[in-house]
């Protein structure tokens, strides 16, 4: 319809983690303006690790996020361990691994229950829901609990984990801990799979929009990468290893993002679930193949409102590695370690696939283990030209739709991302000049 | 209050984790919303307010344009409540101030793009430090047990009440071996108790998160840390990873 | 009283059999490095062979925090008594823990009985044992006997050969002893078990029979040995919370998330915290650390042993181990008020250095202890039938070991401290005066100038300074001598001179032709130093002969110092060194109390100072 003008200027998106704002101009068929803007207020990350000692450096970028606090420690630890040359014990990957995936399923669970589900059930927010679709609340919660409760039980706190340190714990579980955890994700696969069948009834309400564009995740020979891996692009053959993660980011400013930009083989790439899906679905656990297949989820997918769907995937499995990792642990018994290793300069690169997507942290430490450079990537600061492209391409196809509706859809396609818009405006980049 | 209390919480610079532990209350939301009504709350829900009963501040304030925001939700508030370090005393958004010159930092962050308009910052300020506030919430996260016992207390018209005495106290009550007998060096004994002293009792020395206990006895900390083997930069650092004594350079 | 003998495999067959039954069964675990009494699930878990547990046994009986009454919001009429108490037998306390229970049961039956902690305490049987390790901490020797008998149901002693010996003290504990396999104790069991109660011994013991002190204690309410302790003192409460004999506690009322329903409940609190006396309308009636110390200490000795004729402090030492600030431990408080001011320590001497021609450098050392001294401060040095005199210190208290002085010869004493040869003994009193406090001036740049004889007092602040160098900023000495024979310390200026950001100048009042450094007076050498100093961050001490300091300071003063940042030394005639003869007064003031160290700012005023 011509001379109809669309404003939308949605300041401030709801039931996304951090401010993010929507614009849309439009006069008839002319797009003004399609933004998506972050006014995020940075915190300067790397000015509150540059001059720390390498004990504390994990402990403050944990605080870059609050709910991948756990993501951000393991990230800051690998690449501290990377600079200085140690090796982790088994043990330690293990139970790293397990809290890995107990913040994965903590996240999803948070996302798709509490963010995405009101949109699909036309509410503004879980609240009401705890009336009309009280089991299902329940059910949430209590996947929920497990999953931070898991978190508390290894890692001593679910957000800023106190336990993990550099090669190694501070205190480590006991077996009976270990038994309860176990127990209680093979109870949680039941209500997985509840929760499956309950997002397939609604997936029908998901926008059936695809831009195809590049995805980026970890990947790793032996199994669907989390916590280790080397770097995969959908749109590129061969693999980078996590060292040379800047071929892949290439970060810049733009004007209407106080986060950073990023691009590589295209003019955006996403990260995340679906991303991890698309590049990696064929090494997923054989549970949670069957609940994408439940769900209809096949890779490729390019329908970025599938995120919150490849997500519920990634629940089954990290369920299912939590009770693998833990048995391990239970079957070799856990023992006591020496965390102790020789301080030495260097500069190493630690990269993680946490809830949300790719993360990757580069720090170089001096003799005395003084952080003098460092430089974060978040994953939500890869996804940030992606949202942008997908909204360019997606207005023009919702133009007609009533304004709160198109209002509606494109905040679905925001929080469809899961992002992390506090996290991304760390901003960090310290070389010397 | 005989009506339900309207509750809202809002973030400006921070992590959210401390708003996330208001989802983490898990079970306990149910009971929550039976007590409060929540009319504002970003990142959970949509709907908004026009005015608030008790409004909850996470996050520290780093910018100009965050003081107009912060005093527009103080005017439209009965109660004003910090919530979490960043809010309190600034928390570790409070680092970048140590460092010193901000112009610097900017550069170091921004490159050649340091100064452009959308990116500026300054000395990161407590909420307390731009507009009055009712009550602190300290922790980096913040304790859900007390922030519940801070709302019931609101909802039943009394003031919370929360320790004045350091971390060590509830070390000694769970049987906790002191670290500092363990060879490691902790803050306890001048950072304010309340979160069941959480990092000691994981074997990791207090980092000072929930901010330092009135008439703390600093002279003595810096002695004890000495006698353990830390050099003054070192015990300097310990002092300045949370506030626990200002450096401040605008 | 009836005695018995189990072997060891017995004794935990019977304890599992206890633990089958129907009461909770609580002893002695590891935890980690450190012991506590917990649940035993099996009779493996118990360790009867520990120094101390960090929390005492009354945690059964008064537990951290418990339910007084419930209630339902609103409602005065709902108040309701809770009262949780299951029948229990703990195994393994120490006597000095018993000993304690017996005060808490007085205090909790005396007058109105407290049911909450009286029905814990009336199910529970209480196994105890003589101690079989050390507990450096531990004094209990001095203030207990047999009051553990008190309370005590059994007493085990490990005879050593796997087996323990039995002490039936109660008829409860005769029941209960019975569903063992224990036999009855030969005579020689019986020696055996008289022996082995006594085998562990403290390391310390107070210097007062215990009954004194209640009197004592009323006389020391002023003392300053209660001050300088609580600098120190965080007011974190640990030590009264480690304590088995105390037993304060904080009310008040929770409410449930629904506000319906709530209970009211005490937790452990402690006189040393500092909101303890804290009342609303915010007066504090004990407002500082030392008032709180005081009256903890007054508490163990003197009210509490008074009131219940039982001992307050039982010497556990868990305060001692658990204070951070090392502060708390009764005994050293206690101790250090009772020694005697004019009783000199004996000294040995270890070493003498021919310095010049009238001075000697000597190294001493005390029996047992450190001297305990800073930078700074004097000893008063006997030599019995001759006299006695003070002596500035002049090693760093860092130095391990003796402790040094450089002496003149200039008296009746010094003449016979220049006699002395390695090996032999004399008096030491002390460390008294005010110090130097480089400990509070970290990353403060330092200015020493010494004049002649007053590098031997610097030399002690400038050594600590020297063994925490990386502690200070920029270090500037400055030494002047008469002539070349009476240069101090010279191989020591050459090392000083060699450390990182560390410049010494010394000047001669008269040189020589093998002299080529500076000469003329001291306050020559201060125009060298001024670019280099920037006065607003350091800090200047000033040691030597009367006649130097006005003009040194005139100078500092030119250069941009402030009075406060001035430190000076001043000599008087010290005889008794603790601020009673008289002889070392500055106008209304004792050098030996508040001196000899002054800042410039605190005497600038004095008729009398310089």
Request: proline letters at 4%; hydrophobic letters at 35%.
């Given at each position: 319809m011509t001379g109809k003008t669309i404003r939308i200027d949605n300041t401030h998106i709801s039931r996304v983690e951090g401010h993010g704002n929507i614009v849309v101009h439009m006069e008839g068929d002319r797009l003004d303006r399609v933004e998506w803007q972050i006014p995020e207020a940075p915190r300067f990350f790397e000015s509150m690790v540059v001059g720390r000692d390498w004990s504390e450096v994990s402990r403050i970028t944990s605080r870059i996020c609050g709910i991948c606090s756990i993501g951000h420690t393991f990230a800051s630890q690998k690449a501290t361990e990377a600079a200085m040359g140690i090796t982790i014990t088994e043990q330690t990957r293990r139970l790293r691994e397990i809290l890995n995936h107990a913040e994965n399923l903590q996240s999803h669970i948070l996302h798709v229950c509490y963010l995405?589900?009101?949109?699909?059930?036309?509410?503004?927010?879980?609240?009401?829901?705890?009336?009309?679709?009280?089991?299902?609340?329940?059910?949430?919660?209590?996947?929920?609990?497990?999953?931070?409760?898991?978190?508390?039980?290894?890692?001593?706190?679910?957000?800023?984990?106190?336990?993990?340190?550099?090669?190694?714990?501070?205190?480590?579980?006991?077996?009976?801990?270990?038994?309860?955890?176990?127990?209680?994700?093979?109870?949680?696969?039941?209500?997985?799979?509840?929760?499956?069948?309950?997002?397939?009834?609604?997936?029908?309400?998901?926008?059936?929009?695809?831009?195809?564009?590049?995805?980026?995740?970890?990947?790793?020979?032996?199994?669907?990468?989390?916590?280790?891996?080397?770097?995969?692009?959908?749109?590129?053959?061969?693999?980078?290893?996590?060292?040379?993660?800047?071929?892949?980011?290439?970060?810049?400013?733009?004007?209407?993002?106080?986060?950073?930009?990023?691009?590589?083989?295209?003019?955006?790439?996403?990260?995340?679930?679906?991303?991890?899906?698309?590049?990696?679905?064929?090494?997923?656990?054989?549970?949670?193949?069957?609940?994408?297949?439940?769900?209809?989820?096949?890779?490729?997918?390019?329908?970025?409102?599938?995120?919150?769907?490849?997500?519920?995937?990634?629940?089954?499995?990290?369920?299912?590695?939590?009770?693998?990792?833990?048995?391990?642990?239970?079957?070799?018994?856990?023992?006591?370690?020496?965390?102790?290793?020789?301080?030495?300069?260097?500069?190493?690169?630690?990269?993680?696939?946490?809830p949300r997507g790719t993360l990757f942290h580069d720090y170089t430490y001096d003799g005395k283990g003084k952080c003098v450079e460092a430089n974060l990537v978040i994953p939500t600061n890869q996804n940030h030209a992606n949202i942008q492209a997908d909204m360019e391409d997606l207005v023009p196809l919702i133009k007609d739709m009533p304004g709160e509706k198109m209002n509606l859809t494109l905040e679905m396609l925001v929080r469809a991302y899961d992002p992390c818009i506090s996290c991304s405006t760390h901003c960090v980049d310290l070389r010397s000049a | 209050m005989s009506t339900k209390p309207k509750v809202a919480f809002f973030d400006f610079a921070s992590c959210e984790g401390c708003q996330l532990q208001i989802a983490n209350l898990e079970e306990e939301i149910i009971g929550l919303v039976d007590l409060v009504d929540v009319v504002e709350f970003r990142e959970v829900m949509t709907e908004k307010a026009l005015r608030y009963d008790i409004a909850f501040i996470e996050g520290s304030i780093t910018r100009e344009k965050d003081e107009a925001r912060l005093l527009d939700i103080r005017k439209r508030s009965g109660l004003l409540v910090a919530l979490g370090a960043c809010a309190a005393t600034g928390g570790l958004n409070k680092l970048k101030n140590v460092r010193g010159n901000l112009q610097q930092v900017r550069r170091d962050v921004y490159g050649s793009d340091w100064d452009r308009p959308h990116l500026e910052t300054y000395a990161t300020r407590a909420v307390g430090e731009i507009v009055p506030v009712d009550f602190q919430i300290h922790g980096c996260p913040i304790s859900r047990d007390e922030f519940l016992h801070v709302v019931e207390a609101f909802a039943l018209g009394t003031n919370p009440e929360i320790p004045d005495y350091p971390v060590c106290a509830e070390c000694k009550t769970k049987e906790n071996v002191c670290l500092f007998h363990m060879g490691q060096t902790c803050l306890g004994p001048v950072v304010r108790a309340g979160c069941g002293a959480i990092c000691p009792s994981n074997g990791v020395g207090c980092e000072g998160c929930r901010g330092i206990i009135p008439h703390a006895n600093q002279n003595a900390m810096k002695d004890v840390l000495a006698e353990h083997n830390l050099t003054v930069e070192q015990i300097t650092e310990k002092f300045n990873l949370f506030p626990l004594y200002l450096e401040v350079t605008p | 009283m009836e005695y018995k003998t189990i072997g060891k495999r017995d004794f935990r067959d019977f304890v599992n059999r206890l633990i089958k039954g129907d009461h909770e069964i609580n002893g002695v675990v590891r935890k980690g490095t450190a012991f506590v009494y917990d649940t035993l699930e099996a009779a493996s878990d118990l360790c009867l062979d520990y120094d101390e547990t960090l929390l005492p046994p009354k945690k059964y009986f008064l537990p951290v925090k418990e339910t007084l009454l419930t209630f339902k919001t609103g409602d005065p009429s709902s108040y309701h008594e809770s009262v949780e108490a299951e029948p229990r037998v703990i195994i393994g306390i120490h006597p000095w823990d018993l000993a304690a229970i017996a005060l808490l049961d007085k205090a909790f039956s005396t007058g109105q009985s407290d049911v909450n902690y009286l029905s814990r305490r009336n199910q529970s049987l209480l196994i105890g044992i003589s101690p079989t390790r050390a507990f450096k901490h531990r004094f209990s020797g001095s203030m207990i006997t047999d009051e553990y008998y008190q309370v005590a149901d059994l007493m085990l002693v490990d005879l050593g050969n796997d087996t323990y010996g039995i002490e039936v003290v109660s008829d409860e504990g005769k029941a209960l002893i019975q569903e063992s396999a224990a036999v009855p104790a030969d005579e020689h069991a019986i020696e055996n078990m008289e022996r082995r109660k006594h085998v562990i011994r403290d390391e310390a013991h107070l210097s007062m029979p215990k009954e004194d002190l209640p009197a004592f204690l009323k006389k020391q309410q002023q003392s300053k040995v209660i001050d300088r302790r609580a600098e120190r003192c965080f007011s974190c409460g640990s030590c009264v919370l480690v304590?088995?004999?105390?037993?304060?506690?904080?009310?008040?009322?929770?409410?449930?998330?629904?506000?319906?329903?709530?209970?009211?409940?005490?937790?452990?609190?402690?006189?040393?915290?500092?909101?303890?006396?804290?009342?609303?309308?915010?007066?504090?009636?004990?407002e500082t650390p030392a008032n709180r110390l005081r009256h903890r200490i007054l508490r163990k000795g003197k009210y509490l042993p008074e009131h219940f004729h039982l001992p307050g402090c039982v010497g556990c030492g868990r305060c001692a181990r658990a204070c951070v600030a090392d502060i708390a431990s009764p005994l050293e408080i206690i101790n250090e008020m009772n020694r005697s001011i004019y009783l000199p320590e004996v000294a040995t001497l270890q070493k003498v250095h021919v310095m010049t021609d009238k001075d000697r450098f000597?190294?001493?050392?005390?029996?047992?202890?450190?001297?305990?001294?800073?930078?700074?401060?004097?000893?008063?040095?006997?030599?019995?039938?001759?006299?006695?005199?003070?002596?500035?210190?002049?090693?760093?208290?860092?130095?391990?070991?003796?402790?040094?002085?450089?002496?003149?010869?200039?008296?009746?004493?010094?003449?016979?401290?220049?006699?002395?040869?390695?090996?032999?003994?004399?008096?030491?009193?002390?460390?008294?005066?005010?110090?130097?406090?480089?400990?509070?001036?970290?990353?403060?740049?330092?200015?020493?100038?010494?004049?002649?004889?007053?590098?031997?007092?610097?030399?002690?602040?400038?050594?600590?300074?020297?063994?925490?160098?990386?502690?200070?900023?920029?270090?500037?000495?400055?030494?002047?001598?008469?002539?070349?024979?009476q240069r101090l310390f010279s191989e020591e200026i050459n090392e000083w001179s060699r450390a990182p950001d560390t410049l010494v100048l010394e000047t001669l009042d008269q040189g020589d032709e093998e002299w080529s450094g500076q000469t003329g007076v001291i306050t020559t050498l201060l125009p060298m130093v001024a670019d280099r100093i920037t006065p607003s961050n350091t800090k200047a001490f000033i040691v030597g002969p009367p006649i130097m300091y006005r003009f040194v300071i005139r100078e500092l003063e030119a250069l941009g110092f402030d009075h406060k940042d001035i430190l000076v030394s001043l000599e008087r005639r010290m005889e008794c060194g603790v601020g009673k003869c008289g002889h070392c007064q500055i106008d209304d003031i004792y050098v030996c109390q508040e001196g000899p160290v002054f800042t410039y700012e605190s005497i600038r005023e004095s008729m009398e100072a310089l």
């Open positions: 995405v589900l009101p949109d699909l059930l036309g509410v503004g927010s879980v609240l009401p829901l705890i009336e009309t679709h009280r089991d299902v609340v329940l059910l949430a919660i209590r996947l929920h609990r497990l999953a931070n409760e898991t978190c508390d039980r290894i890692g001593g706190r679910t957000t800023h984990p106190i336990r993990a340190c550099v090669n190694g714990w501070s205190m480590l579980p006991r077996k009976k801990t270990l038994e309860e955890i176990r127990d209680g994700h093979v109870e949680a696969l039941e209500d997985l799979k509840t929760l499956a069948e309950f997002v397939q009834s609604l997936a029908h309400k998901l926008p059936d929009f695809e831009r195809e564009t590049e995805y980026v995740s970890l990947t790793h020979p032996r199994e669907y990468a989390l916590y280790d891996g080397v770097i995969k692009s959908s749109d590129v053959a061969d693999f980078i290893q996590p060292r040379d993660y800047e071929r892949v980011t290439n970060e810049y400013v733009d004007d209407r993002s106080t986060a950073k930009w990023t691009r590589f083989n295209r003019d955006a790439y996403a990260v995340g679930a679906l991303a991890r899906f698309n590049n990696n679905r064929d090494r997923l656990s054989d549970g949670a193949k069957a609940v994408a297949g439940q769900l209809g989820l096949s890779a490729p997918c390019h329908n970025p409102f599938m995120n919150s769907v490849a997500q519920v995937v990634e629940c089954a499995f990290s369920a299912e590695k939590t009770i693998e990792h833990s048995q391990w642990l239970l079957d070799n018994g856990i023992k006591e370690e020496d965390r102790g290793f020789a301080v030495r300069e260097g500069r190493g690169v630690g990269a993680v696939d946490v | - | 304590c088995p004999t105390c037993y304060c506690f904080h009310v008040e009322e929770e409410v449930d998330l629904s506000l319906q329903a709530g209970r009211r409940t005490r937790t452990w609190d402690g006189c040393m915290m500092e909101g303890f006396a804290s009342a609303a309308g915010g007066h504090n009636f004990r000597f190294e001493f050392t005390l029996e047992g202890r450190d001297l305990g001294h800073q930078p700074g401060q004097f000893v008063e040095l006997s030599i019995p039938g001759i006299g006695e005199a003070p002596f500035s210190i002049s090693s760093s208290p860092t130095k391990q070991g003796g402790f040094e002085m450089l002496i003149r010869n200039v008296g009746k004493v010094t003449e016979a401290v220049h006699r002395l040869a390695p090996g032999d003994q004399v008096g030491i009193r002390g460390p008294f005066g005010s110090h130097f406090a480089v400990e509070r001036y970290l990353g403060k740049d330092l200015l020493f100038i010494a004049g002649g004889l007053g590098l031997a007092p610097l030399r002690s602040a400038i050594n600590y300074v020297m063994d925490n160098r990386e502690n200070y900023g920029q270090v500037t000495i400055l030494s002047g001598a008469r002539d070349r024979s």
